[in-house]
């Protein structure tokens, strides 16, 4: 086989840069819709608060995690390649599998989807305008990475910018706005009311739902300059910026709103900013979330292709994946498989809508199993000494690997309890790998790829 064909990624990727990935895949529409059902799974204001720290401080033990594996091992394959490495072939094969056919394009679609309903409250195209619109998305989005990694980064780093002034920039009106009628913060006894371990549990499911997709971040490492240490930085700075925007954007959420207020809303962020801005804010929080889901949709697009890569440069069979075009610096075949099936599933949504609960119900237990997996195989590499010296060591090991599989643990059985049959359709789709695995490991099993040098 021709070496050039396998010529990996330029390193393309800055602290900068890779921090707007991650910011641009976590800050989406979570944010704009998932605090009221937050709010009434809590017994007050303060708990509803530390719901969302505790939400950080999950998400930075699982980041430091991540970048120790990823400082030890920078490869634009990821967690599959930690997986490959850790528990052999078959293992990584099933995470790309599982992120090509259910994970990533079930999230670009749905992004699309959600994207595709805020934009035509804007203009209506139709019966089909939320599926045109997805469509669109899609395509374009797809065909923005292949022009080449550049185009796509310049692109995040403006979207990700404008998310960031939007939501500053509305906190400050919130603080500011002299109009509001609503009670400041307060955490008085008098406002905890009765409250279970259920209701803890569902609100973390949908706050690690909205702090979702900083692992996104170890699929950059191949393109990523110094990743060695870079990497640690990029995920713990990215974490703590996101904490401290979702706490301070909740805070003016209950300012302007009240805490009943906010567990009564619908449409949060829209309500917020009809009352600072009047009737011009309902336009305003519209465009933003379009560009929250456009920003999430393209880093998802980013991130998600580099799978694809990974697995075609170790399958002869699909080594049409595998090729990585020198001259854009972008895995052109890998985007086109992913953004077809994203388009397929556009498709299935547009005529079922059932479809696009099933696509958010099947993405949930395979994604944390997989979180899970990938947490466990830090042990592995530490138990045989495999860490390189120069990689980032996590502070008070084992502690943070440990805590952070509780939570991975816990998460994987709470979807599976709460998703009920989608989980068994998310699972049905990555056992269909079996057939295909069988006959590539069989038959077109490539021997491994070089280990990634030290960048």
């Not at 970048?67 to 967690?79: D, I, K, Q, R």
């Not at 209506?124 to 923005?144: E, K, N, Q």
């Not at 860490?387 to 059985?413: E, K, N």
């Amino acid at each position: 086989m021709n070496q050039s064909e396998f010529r990996g990624p330029q390193l393309s990727f800055t602290t900068l840069s890779s921090i707007a990935v991650v910011i641009g895949i976590v800050v989406g529409i979570g944010i704009f819709r998932l605090p009221p059902i937050i709010a009434s799974n809590s017994s007050g204001e303060l708990q509803f608060l530390l719901f969302w720290v505790a939400g950080g401080f999950i998400s930075l033990m699982g980041a430091l995690c991540y970048a120790e594996l990823s400082s030890s091992m920078p490869n634009a394959g990821g967690e599959y390649y930690f997986l490959r490495k850790g528990f052999g072939q078959v293992t990584g094969f099933f995470l790309s599998w599982g992120r090509m056919t259910v994970i990533q394009v079930g999230s670009i679609a749905l992004i699309a989807f959600i994207l595709g309903d805020y934009a035509t409250l804007i203009f209506d195209l139709g019966t089909y305008s939320s599926s045109i619109y997805a469509g669109v998305t899609v395509f374009i989005l797809t065909a923005l990475n292949i022009m080449g990694t550049s185009h796509s980064r310049r692109t995040q780093n403006t979207l990700t910018s404008i998310i960031i002034l939007a939501l500053v920039g509305i906190v400050i009106a919130a603080f500011v706005n002299p109009s509001s009628e609503a009670l400041s913060l307060s955490f008085s006894e008098t406002q905890i009311r009765p409250f279970s371990s259920s209701s803890a549990g569902l609100a973390m499911i949908f706050v690690l739902l909205t702090y979702g997709g900083w692992s996104e971040a170890a699929y950059l490492t191949g393109e990523l300059h110094n990743a060695r240490k870079t990497i640690v930085r990029v995920l713990v700075l990215s974490i703590v910026a996101i904490t401290a925007l979702y706490l301070f954007v909740n805070m003016s959420y209950i300012y302007v709103l009240g805490f009943e207020g906010l567990r009564e809303s619908e449409t949060v962020a829209f309500d917020l900013t009809e009352r600072i801005f009047g009737p011009v804010g309902a336009l305003f929080v519209v465009l933003i979330v379009v560009v929250a889901a456009i920003s999430t949709a393209n880093a998802t697009i980013i991130t998600g292709a580099r799978t694809n890569y990974a697995l075609g440069r170790d399958f002869r069979l699909l080594r049409f994946m595998g090729n990585w075009n020198k001259s854009r610096n972008s895995p052109v075949n890998a985007l086109l498989v992913q953004g077809t099936m994203a388009l397929f599933l556009v498709g299935v949504g547009a005529l079922s809508k059932q479809a696009i609960e099933t696509i958010v119900d099947f993405t949930a237990p395979v994604f944390w199993f997989f979180i899970l997996l990938t947490t466990l195989s830090l042990f592995v590499f530490r138990f045989r000494n495999e860490t390189p010296p120069s990689a980032y060591r996590i502070p008070f090991y084992p502690l943070p690997p440990i805590l952070f599989l509780l939570a991975s643990g816990y998460m994987l059985y709470s979807s599976l309890i709460y998703t009920g049959k989608g989980a068994l359709v998310g699972m049905a789709i990555l056992l269909a790998g079996l057939p295909v695995w069988f006959f590539i490991s069989k038959y077109q099993k490539m021997p491994p790829p070089p280990s990634p040098k030290a960048t």
